[in-house]
């Protein structure tokens, strides 16, 4: 059973091009969680996901970044016209519930470098 | 407002040396409480959970954690510390909305 895939591991992008990061969950997840490790800071939550719908989005920037988790297929953070300060690693984790005493699986995480 | 804080950025400890990565909390409702481990480079690993029962948790390799509910803690311990063990360890807590609030993290290096 491979882990949460998320892909590319590295990703340089010009200011002002779009960033998209891609994100496989779990065999059998359905929730799809989105968060981003500034350098030397810890993680912070930006978005859960189930399928087809946004659950929480209360840690999305407001206006570039956005997320989606399509029936078939898997979760894509997108980030329009990416600036320097969006340089960050970028981590999905997947869960089978919701429930209190689930854990969270973790990808290696996506490296955004913006030049 | 649900916060974790990890007092210590950095623990040096020799290896074979007891290890302690502290952890506090403040929680509105019952605390779920998780710690991961973060090798260069590499994503999350789980290490261990407390959501209730007993307030010593054994975790993933050799790592053990106390929740203790007066102090607002939840210290993750290992008796003897490894080389290998030389990482960036996480505490966090699971909130109403199955979200993650995190620490700022602590890097542990255990000198050979």
């Known amino acids: 059973n491979a882990g949460v895939m998320q892909n590319p591991r590295h990703l340089v992008r010009r200011r002002g091009q779009e960033a998209r990061l891609r994100c496989s969950p779990m065999?059998?997840?359905?929730?799809v969680y989105w968060y981003r490790q500034l350098p030397e800071e810890g993680l912070k939550f930006m978005v859960y996901?189930?399928?087809?719908?946004?659950?929480?989005e209360s840690g999305m920037p407001k206006e570039r970044f956005s997320a989606e988790f399509p029936k078939e297929g898997p979760s894509i953070l997108r980030i329009q016209q990416v600036v320097r300060g969006d340089s960050a690693a970028y981590f999905c984790?997947?869960?089978?519930?919701?429930?209190?005493?689930?854990?969270?699986?973790f990808g290696q995480g996506t490296r955004l470098t913006v030049v | 407002a649900q916060s974790v804080a990890q007092p210590e950025d950095q623990v040096n400890v020799a290896e074979g040396n007891p290890l302690t990565v502290k952890c506090t909390y403040s929680?509105?409702?019952?605390?779920?409480l998780f710690w991961y481990v973060q090798y260069p480079n590499r994503g999350l690993q789980f290490l261990l959970k407390?959501?209730?029962?007993?307030?010593l948790v054994k975790g993933s390799y050799g790592f053990e954690a106390e929740f203790n509910k007066s102090q607002t803690s939840f210290h993750l311990k290992k008796p003897s510390a490894l080389v290998s063990d030389s990482a960036l360890y996480f505490c966090a807590n699971k909130a109403a909305g199955n979200k993650l609030t995190f620490g700022g993290g602590t890097r542990v290096l255990v000198k050979p």
């Open positions: 929680v509105s409702g019952n605390p779920y």
């Open positions: 996901l189930q399928k087809e719908n946004i659950i929480d």
């Open positions: 065999k059998g997840h359905s929730h």
């Open positions: 984790a997947s869960s089978r519930e919701t429930g209190g005493n689930t854990e969270a699986f």
């Open positions: 407390y959501i209730t029962g007993d307030n």
